[in-house]
């Protein structure tokens, strides 16, 4: 059995979807009830973006809040700010790629190759307006706001949209929304994305093209 079947077969599979459903309530609870009794301080974009980690990648989102997220961290590191700052990038892309695929499969019908481009289309606009944003209401120039999302989150997206796009096509590129295995295929290659982004993000932060997301110790 090849890679590609055997993780179509998984995927599929109605014990380990279970399973992974349960995963995902619990982590999604642990987080809504940390951020409320413990973590208030963090800011609502903070709050989004765990949100949409946690939602798309269970325990493994969790992990990376409870390790780099909350204001109890002991000390800020390197890599703890790379996966704050690849969460960040992943909640908006992430949004704009099921957003994407939606349009392009379930509304417009399109092609593989069509329903690619499209995908990858919203993924950028969500990932960068999750930066324009802030950085507007911040009082940065809308011009000024566009270039520096374009300067410090073009790598990240890009690694993180060829691997998960690229992934969710080799995986589902034939299966309808009404398929289990459309949306199977989508949640694990959005993992998949976040995995491979992580390093670019370190790397970026290191050299400084990008600040990364505030310690949240501070904020406690």
């Not at 809040?65 to 204001?71: A, D, E, L, N």
């Not at 399109?110 to 009082?139: K, N, Q, R």
């Not at 929304?177 to 992580?198: E, I, N, P, Q, R």
């Not at 390093?199 to 505030?214: D, R, S, T, W």
Request: one cysteine or more.
């Amino acid at each position: 059995m090849s890679i590609q079947s055997t993780l179509q077969s998984f995927l599929t599979n109605p014990t380990y979807l279970t399973i992974w459903g349960v995963l995902v309530a619990i982590s999604l609870s642990i987080l809504v009830w940390d951020l409320w009794k413990n973590n208030e301080e963090l800011g609502r974009l903070m709050k989004f973006v765990w949100g949409f980690t946690v939602l798309y990648s269970g325990p493994l989102g969790l992990a990376g809040y409870w390790w780099s997220g909350r204001t109890q961290i002991a000390h800020d590191s390197l890599w703890r700010k790379g996966f704050r700052s690849v969460s960040h990038c992943y909640s908006g892309c992430g949004s704009g790629e099921v957003t994407g695929v939606v349009i392009a499969v379930g509304l417009l019908a399109l092609e593989t190759l069509w329903v690619a481009v499209v995908t990858f289309t919203f993924a950028y606009i969500l990932g960068y307006a999750l930066t324009v944003g802030p950085l507007m209401e911040d009082g940065v120039p809308f011009g000024e706001a566009v270039k520096d999302a374009f300067y410090s989150e073009t790598a990240s997206i890009t690694v993180m949209e060829v691997v998960a796009i690229g992934t969710d096509i080799w995986l589902a590129g034939e299966a309808a929304m009404s398929d289990v295995l459309f949306w199977t295929a989508l949640v694990f290659s959005l993992t998949l994305g976040l995995v491979a982004a992580y390093p670019v993000n370190v790397l970026l932060i290191e050299f400084g093209v990008k600040e990364g997301m505030m310690n949240p110790a501070e904020m406690g």
